[in-house]
C-alpha cells in the first residue's frame, strides 16, 4: 500500500517550457497593445531576441524576464497562470472557490524554466499578488543575470539555502551563502544571484510587494 502511495506522488509538476512561457509573454504583450519593437526598447534588447523568446526558442533570463514582468506591468504569477489576471477576472475569482486549499502538494508545483539552467516552483496553490513564494534550483553554472547587467526592481528579496553554495552580490558587495544561511535585501538595490562550485542550488525565495513598493511603476501610477 505505501509503495502504490509513494508512486502516485512521483512529481508531475507542470513545467512551462520555452513554448508556453513564450506563449504566455506574448499573449500578455499583445493583451497590452505593446509592440515587439516597442517592449525591446523597454527593456533594451534586440527586437530579434524578445520574438526569440516569444516563439519559444530561447529561455529568457531572470533579468530579462523580471524586466518584460515589469514593462508589461505583469505579475510573475500570472507566468504560472498564463495570463494576465485582471484580464479574466471571473475566472480568478472562481479558480479560488473550485481548490480551496491552503496546502501546495510538492507533486503538482506549478514550475518555469529559465536560461541558464534556473528553476522556479510556485509554493502557493493560489496566487497571491503581494508576494512572490518560490522554491528555487541553480543549476550548475547558473547565473541570473550577466555579470555586469544587475537586477533591480521594487519590494524586498527574502532568501532560505537548502543545499549548494550560492553567490550573492547586492550593490557592490558580494556573499556566499551555504545551507542553512539566509539573507534579505532591498530589490531596488541592483543584485545578482549564481551558483558556486560544482552542486546545484536549492532555496526558498520569497519577494514581497514588488509591485506595491512605492518607488515603483504600477505603484507610482495608481497614487
Not at 499573449?27 to 516569444?54: C, H, N, Y
Not at 516563439?55 to 504569477?77: C, E, K, N, Y
Not at 532560505?160 to 542553512?180: A, K, M, T
Request: hydrophobic share 35%.
Amino acid at each position: 500500500m505505501s509503495r502504490k502511495q509513494h508512486k502516485s506522488r512521483t512529481p508531475t509538476r507542470r513545467s512551462f517550457g520555452t513554448d508556453d512561457l513564450g506563449r504566455r509573454l506574448r499573449l500578455a504583450r499583445d493583451s497590452k497593445g505593446v509592440t515587439v519593437r516597442g517592449l525591446a526598447r523597454q527593456i533594451d534588447v534586440s527586437p530579434s531576441l524578445v520574438s526569440q523568446i516569444e516563439r519559444g526558442r530561447v529561455m529568457p533570463s531572470v533579468g530579462t524576464l523580471f524586466a518584460i514582468v515589469t514593462a508589461l506591468d505583469l505579475f510573475v504569477d500570472d507566468l504560472f497562470r498564463g495570463g494576465d489576471r485582471r484580464a479574466k477576472p471571473h475566472a480568478d475569482a472562481a479558480a479560488p472557490r473550485a481548490k480551496a486549499t491552503p496546502v501546495q502538494r510538492p507533486h503538482n508545483r506549478k514550475a518555469i524554466r529559465l536560461a541558464k539552467g534556473v528553476r522556479w516552483e510556485r509554493l502557493t496553490p493560489t496566487s497571491d499578488q503581494d508576494a512572490e513564494f518560490m522554491y528555487l534550483v541553480y543549476d550548475v553554472g547558473a547565473a541570473s543575470c550577466q555579470v555586469d547587467s544587475l537586477i533591480r526592481h521594487g519590494g524586498k528579496e527574502y532568501g532560505f539555502i537548502i543545499s549548494g553554495r550560492l553567490g550573492v552580490r547586492i550593490g557592490f558587495d558580494e556573499f556566499e551563502l551555504h545551507p542553512g544561511d539566509s539573507l534579505s535585501f532591498d530589490a531596488q538595490t541592483p543584485h545578482r544571484l549564481w551558483t558556486i562550485g560544482k552542486k546545484p542550488v536549492a532555496a526558498v525565495w520569497v519577494v514581497l510587494n514588488r509591485h506595491g513598493d512605492a518607488r515603483s511603476p504600477r505603484a507610482a501610477s495608481s497614487s
